[in-house]
């Protein structure tokens, strides 16, 4: 795509903004007319043009000096992944340095499937946002071949400063590369915590939940007022989630208040556009370094404090009651520390993944459900009906 064009010695340049090759192309065409015609006659005939070239070439050399040290340090390896790459297909118009950012709208998802409908063959199409060249997958062969068939390729997410100080060393089991640490812990999380058994104990609770907001809704109702129902979701998933994981007295002291808002702090961090997902590069500067991982340590710090302190709790109850069935995700960790070798902070990470995953993604469900059915008026009226049958078959039992 030609994107910008200059003019030297009365003869037009091109420059072509292909693969990172525009400046270099343009300067060899530069270099090439000064070998020609030789710097000096350009001098005399002509000092003002012969001036803007010398000025051009000067500001070109560092581009140049650049281009070449990169493509020294490029290694073999990544000419041939780039080579691969290149047999993808992809959007045509992407730009130098932010890829095919500008491509990518408000709504990622209606985006990408958009480019994909476009672009993608046998379900496949290369984006590169930013530095990071990224795989759309976009069909039902295609994503099976990646989520089952090549799923240890893709099964780690990639590093981040970040994460790292959120959670221990990425040692939870989302940010966990794959390997036997991940193993161990995702083991943890099938057999002992998200299990259909732990479900069928919590169902009370959550029903209890379910209640406290219902009574919520019909207050305001019944006072006419307006009710905040994406707060009023969040809460009921956070406090849901709570119970589960640091069991019944949850809302001791207004933790439950407490995760809510550093659930959000994680969530602002991880989640969003941050630049060095799409320039991991910048994270090796220094100041660029601090700047990203300041807020992280002081989240990480609020969340330190609370997690020492919900587990030192739940040692002390642990040593005075045994055999509870409502054990919670705190107690189920503690007495498999041993037998999977889990260390403090191993805890730590697993709790508050585990309170992130689980308040974030139910609440967005359900908020997403409650706006479909507000488009949706004759949807919403059958639902009403359904419910309402439901709840006279219940009165008469
Ligand atoms: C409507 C509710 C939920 C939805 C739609 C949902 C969806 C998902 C999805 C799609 C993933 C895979 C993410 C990925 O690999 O990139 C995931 C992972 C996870 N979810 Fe949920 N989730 C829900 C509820 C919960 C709850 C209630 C909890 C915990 C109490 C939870 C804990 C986790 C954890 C720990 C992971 C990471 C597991 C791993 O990477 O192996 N989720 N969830």
Redesign the pocket.
């Known amino acids: 795509m030609q994107a910008a064009s200059q003019t030297h010695c009365n003869s037009r340049i091109q420059i072509e903004w292909t693969s990172g090759g525009c400046t270099a192309r343009a300067m060899a065409q530069v270099l090439q007319q000064l070998h020609m015609r030789g710097l000096h006659d350009q001098l005399r005939q002509s000092p003002l043009q012969a001036t803007a070239l010398v000025y051009s070439l000067l500001l070109a050399c560092p581009v140049i000096l650049l281009l070449l040290a990169r493509r020294c340090a490029t290694s073999a390896a990544a000419r041939k992944k780039e080579r691969l790459l290149r047999m993808l297909p992809s959007p045509p118009h992407w730009l130098p340095v932010i890829g095919h950012l500008h491509l990518v709208g408000r709504l990622p998802h209606v985006s990408l499937r958009d480019l994909a409908a476009d672009h993608s063959r046998g379900g496949l199409m290369l984006l590169r946002l930013g530095a990071v060249p990224t795989l759309i997958v976009s069909s039902p062969r295609a994503t099976e071949a990646v989520l089952r068939t090549h799923d240890h390729v893709f099964a780690s997410?990639a590093c981040s400063p970040v994460t790292d100080i959120l959670f221990y060393g990425s040692t939870?089991?989302?940010f966990a590369p794959y390997g036997e640490h991940?193993r161990q812990v995702?083991k943890i999380?099938?057999t002992h915590?998200?299990t259909n058994k732990k479900v069928r104990v919590y169902r009370h609770a959550h029903e209890q939940e379910v209640r406290l907001v219902m009574e919520k809704t019909h207050e305001a109702a019944v006072a006419g007022a307006t009710i905040d129902l994406s707060s009023l979701l969040s809460s009921y998933?956070n406090d849901?989630?709570c119970h589960?994981?640091s069991g019944k007295f949850f809302r001791e002291e207004g933790r439950n208040k407490l995760i809510q808002e550093l659930v959000e702090a994680n969530s602002s961090l991880i989640g969003g556009f941050n630049l060095e997902d799409y320039f991991p590069i910048l994270v090796k500067l220094d100041l660029f370094k601090r700047m990203l991982c300041a807020k992280a340590l002081k989240v990480n710090e609020r969340w330190n404090e609370l997690l020492d302190k919900l587990i030192g709790d739940h040692e002390r109850r642990l040593a005075s009651q045994h055999g509870d069935e409502e054990s919670d995700?705190i107690d189920v960790l503690l007495s498999v520390q041993e037998e999977y070798n889990l260390t403090r902070d191993h805890i730590k990470a697993?709790l508050e993944?585990?309170?992130?995953?689980?308040?974030d993604?139910?609440y967005?469900?359900?908020e997403y459900a409650m706006i479909k059915l507000m488009q949706n008026p004759n949807i919403m009226t059958k639902l009403q009906t359904e419910l309402r049958m439901t709840d006279d078959c219940t009165d008469r039992k």
């Open positions: 997410r939870d089991v989302s991940w995702k999380a099938t915590l998200l998933t849901v989630v589960a994981v995700f697993q993944i585990m309170f992130e995953a689980g308040t993604t139910p967005i469900v359900l």
